[in-house]
């Protein structure tokens, strides 16, 4: 499963990028195609970070590739 | 097909008429995107006698191929128009999240023109674009805009830029703000896009932007990620943010002159009062560090000041805000500092510009030009805060004395006269907020800047007092980090993160490589860094000629505002520092004679813009007597 950090999120959503690149066959950025989802309310600054079941575990790539990108710790993975 | 790292769609608005029509972005590869795109429609297309708040400006909105991708940095916001300060090159910039959503709903580039005769916002949506009724935004504050059209659409995920009250009252310091905190400042743009009665552009899309070559795009965009991550500041931004990190006390930030003090009337501050706002100290109301779309090295914090007079929450700090609303009106109370930057994210004013009229008019007070009678009985003494707060309220609605302040410095000291205009610092006409006595590279890259008097073309960005004081190489360094910021603004990609991997190092036109590798690959364009470079300088060309057209400037207009260049710095490790009138004169010279501009006037010549093929150019301004 993934495993989410809202606390370490900046909310940058280049999760959201990466994770429907994979779901393109690395054809596209696609936002539909994603399959983690994060939020920010702009009023208190939290971030919410959610996957649906779509979400494969990133088969057939090394890691994750939300994992791989987040530059914030806030993603990890346990397969 | 639409082309691949595109939205694929430039839209035309003809606001006058509510006529929306359509083209493919294709059409202007040669211009890569963005400022690219917006500047060669704005040479092509704005009417030389235009007047900037006039119907007959163009406002133009433009992204880059790399926004909305995973290439770092990358959500950058080109804003282009008819100056409203100078009717030169009107040109701002900003990151957020809007950018990549204007992509994810299908369009790379907005180009607006006219005027709605009523208000209107602009909605992006799924490759769709349609003119709504905005009259019950018109009035909101940037904050409220966004809320009021999220609650309309049900969905929290709309991104939205737009003007506040500062831009619908046509006030020359209206910024345009994307997602309530990122401000394109400058050049007005903000009280030209309130001129058209469009208050606000809103997009939510979810179109796929194809990758043509994914393999070699990738390995460009692991390559890139990777040398960020040699960066030792990249972590430390991420934990404190921007002004955390690069303006601690002791930082060689706070002596490098980049804050006027007192209206400029001096370099260097106080150390007891940089205590007090420092990156460092200023910590305690830092909770939470945000990132624009993509952006491995988040850097903007969310500030927080709970209680007490000045209680405001909301994301956004930066350098400059100790720059406005510290050092140049002498104002040391972090929680003031703070709420006057949040109110003017909401009212649509851009610190920069505001506070340089606003510290101006506590100078005049000081001297005695100003009185209560004036100023509606505010007392413009250095170090209140509460007036200027009270002032930015005021500019912002045009109230009272506000009005006063709304068209600038320059027009301001024209009407005040006395020895006013003396102190006010404005380049080519418009309000400018650096120091430049100290920073060489800096100051003479914000004075010849096109966008008059702005540091976000070639003013160069160092920290290391050997680099920043020196004035060794810096007419060529000015001209490498000004093509430099044209491929960065032609792709989306943002310079200060950027800088990270540029900016204690010198900018040849190989730094350009990697972006290049980032947009050749994801758009299947040819582009490698040599032909980059060279549309880089062909966009300032474009400028500049631009700026020969409609502003009528030339050499005698690239010179600092009088008190940068007739005072010395005046106490400080730097007390005695001035601009050498030599060395500048040497450096103009030199400049123009890289650009291939004539050193006598300043202005192009046709040798030098045929060898960029720009033979066009030429003869528009030959047609106008620009050009022998």
Request: glycine share 10%; aromatic share 10%.
């Amino acid at each position: 499963m993934i495993l989410l950090s809202p606390t370490k999120c900046q909310g940058c959503r280049i999760c959201e990028a990466a994770c429907g690149f994979h779901h393109t066959g690395h054809k596209a950025f696609e936002p539909s195609k994603s399959s983690t989802h994060i939020s920010r309310d702009n009023d208190t600054a939290v971030i919410n970070m959610s996957i649906d079941s779509t979400c494969d575990l990133c088969a057939g790539e090394e890691i994750p590739l939300c994992v791989k990108y987040c530059a914030y710790g806030a993603r990890g993975v346990r397969r | 097909m639409k082309p691949h790292g595109y939205g694929g769609k430039v839209l035309r608005v003809d606001l006058t008429e509510g006529k929306l029509c359509e083209e493919s972005t294709e059409k202007y590869f040669d211009w890569v995107g963005g400022r690219g795109i917006n500047e060669w429609i704005l040479f092509n297309e704005l009417p030389v006698e235009a007047k900037p708040l006039e119907p007959e400006n163009i406002f133009t909105i433009g992204v880059g191929p790399l926004v909305g991708t995973l290439s770092p940095f990358c959500s950058r916001v080109s804003i282009d128009t008819k100056n409203a300060f100078t009717k030169g090159v009107g040109s701002a910039n900003c990151g957020g999240h809007f950018g990549a959503e204007m992509k994810y709903a299908g369009y790379d580039n907005l180009v607006f023109k006219g005027k709605s005769p009523e208000p209107v916002y602009l909605w992006l949506h799924e490759g769709k674009a349609e003119l709504r009724d905005a009259s019950e935004l018109w009035g909101k504050t940037t904050w409220d805009t966004e809320r009021t059209i999220r609650d309309r659409e049900n969905d929290n995920e709309v991104r939205v830029i737009g003007i506040g009250p500062a831009g619908e009252n046509k006030v020359r310091s209206a910024c345009v703000i994307s997602d309530r905190a990122k401000a394109a400042g400058g050049s007005g743009v903000g009280a030209v896009m309130g001129s058209k009665n469009l208050k606000a552009v809103a997009a939510r899309g979810s179109l796929p932007i194809s990758v043509a070559e994914p393999e070699r795009f990738i390995k460009a965009v692991d390559a890139a990620r990777a040398k960020i991550e040699t960066f030792p500041k990249a972590k430390l931004y991420r934990k404190d943010g921007y002004y955390g990190v690069e303006s601690y006390y002791g930082s060689a930030a706070w002596e490098a002159g980049f804050r006027p003090v007192r209206n400029g009337q001096d370099g260097y501050w106080d150390p007891e009062k940089i205590k007090k706002v420092a990156g460092d100290t200023i910590k305690p109301y830092r909770k939470k560090i945000l990132a624009c779309y993509g952006c491995p090295v988040g850097c903007m914090p969310w500030m927080d000041v709970p209680e007490g007079p000045y209680k405001i929450k909301g994301e956004g700090w930066w350098n400059n805000s100790s720059n406005s609303f510290c050092t140049r009106v002498d104002c040391d109370n972090p929680e003031a500092a703070i709420k006057a930057h949040l109110l003017t994210n909401q009212l649509g004013l851009d610190g920069d510009n505001a506070s340089v009229v606003i510290a101006w008019a506590f100078e005049a007070y000081e001297k005695g030009l100003l009185t209560k009678k004036n100023t509606d009985g505010l007392e413009l003494t250095w170090g209140n805060h509460d007036a200027v707060l009270a002032l930015l309220e005021k500019l912002a609605y045009r109230e009272g004395f506000g009005d006063f302040l709304a068209d600038g410095v320059k027009a301001a000291a024209e009407k005040l006269g006395g020895d006013s205009m003396d102190y006010a610092i404005h380049i080519k006409g418009q309000d400018s907020v650096d120091g430049i006595r100290i920073s060489k590279g800096w100051g003479f890259g914000v004075v010849t800047s096109p966008a008059a008097g702005r540091h976000l073309r070639g003013a160069l960005h160092s920290f290391s007092p050997d680099v920043f004081r020196s004035w060794d190489n810096v007419p060529y360094k000015v001209h490498m980090q000004e093509q430099f910021k044209g491929i960065l603004d032609m792709t989306g990609t943002c310079l200060y993160n950027n800088g990270l991997l540029s900016w204690e190092t010198e900018i040849t036109p190989k730094s350009a490589e990697y972006i290049a590798e980032l947009a050749s690959s994801l758009t299947g364009l040819d582009l490698n860094y040599e032909k980059f470079t060279r549309i880089g300088r062909k966009l300032h060309n474009i400028e500049k000629a631009m700026n020969t057209l409609h502003g009528g400037f030339s050499r005698k207009d690239d010179y600092p505002p009088k008190r940068y260049w007739e005072e010395p710095i005046k106490s400080g490790p730097y007390k005695g520092e001035h601009i050498d009138h030599q060395e500048w004169e040497k450096a103009l010279n030199e400049y123009y004679r890289l650009h291939g501009w004539d050193p006598e006037t300043g202005l192009q010549t046709r040798e030098g813009l045929e060898t960029l093929d720009l033979g066009v150019v030429a003869d528009r301004l030959v047609a106008a007597g620009a050009l022998k």
